[in-house]
């Protein structure tokens, strides 16, 4: 049983198209989050919903939009999307206020062409 | 911001032997310390945590140790095995948002 499932694995995508990405945990966690993964192999976090609620917005650009529908789901919406959004972006979940079992799923590689 | 350093960038080691990878922190409210191992094209997958109240953990090969005072901690790793290449993660929770920032990744390569 996968705990954090991520759609699509992969997404080649031109310059200037809008794309999403799903997620879903089944872990029973109540925080789910957005990382990104540059070229460099380096994670930084994007954004956290906790119970559909919005509680971690980096800086990043407004042509990313996510939505969670629910505590098990959070989806990714890029607007305009540029070839400097090329990267991997993985989906997380933990419980709030201590972190324990924070998991990852297995990432999107996005490249904008 | 929370921000941690991770040291060094590559390591490599021949098998059986140790592997010792260094992190420190800034925020002193950092309560959560988890290592996560990321094999290639897959996710970070947590191999060991340890919390602010705790100096030291183990579990089988792989160790953690937390100097909070100094801000430090470092991830073990003893009678390495070539599926033990990897790139290593260390990171720090801070606050209630549970917000995991991360080091700059360790790409260990065990050598037969």
């Known amino acids: 049983d996968t705990a954090v499932s991520q759609t699509p694995k992969y997404l080649v995508t031109q310059m200037g198209n809008d794309k999403s990405i799903k997620c879903e945990q089944n872990l029973g966690h109540d925080t789910m989050y957005w990382y990104k993964q540059d070229s460099k192999k380096f994670l930084k976090i994007m954004f956290s919903y906790n119970n559909k609620e919005l509680i971690i917005n980096e800086t990043v650009p407004n042509r990313f939009s996510p939505k969670s529908p629910d505590k098990a789901h959070l989806n990714l919406h890029i607007n305009s999307l540029e070839l400097g959004d090329s990267a991997v972006y993985f989906c997380?979940?933990?419980?709030?206020?201590?972190?324990?079992?924070?998991?990852f799923g297995s990432g999107t590689r996005l490249t904008v062409v | 911001g929370e921000n941690v350093e991770q040291h060094p960038s590559t390591l490599s080691v021949q098998e059986g032997d140790s592997a010792v990878i260094k992190c420190t922190y800034s925020?002193?409210?950092?309560?959560?310390f988890p290592w996560y191992k990321q094999e290639l094209g897959k996710g970070p997958q947590l191999i060991i945590d340890i919390r602010s109240n705790v100096g030291e953990k183990k579990d089988q090969r792989i160790a953690v140790t937390l100097n909070k005072t100094a801000k430090h901690f470092s991830l073990h790793i003893t009678e390495t095995q070539p599926e033990d290449s990897a790139v290593y993660f260390c990171a720090a929770v801070t606050g209630t948002a549970s917000k995991l920032t991360f080091g700059t990744g360790t790409r260990l390569q065990v050598t037969l």
């Open positions: 925020d002193s409210a950092s309560n959560y």
């Open positions: 997380a979940s933990s419980h709030l206020g201590s972190g324990y079992g924070y998991t």
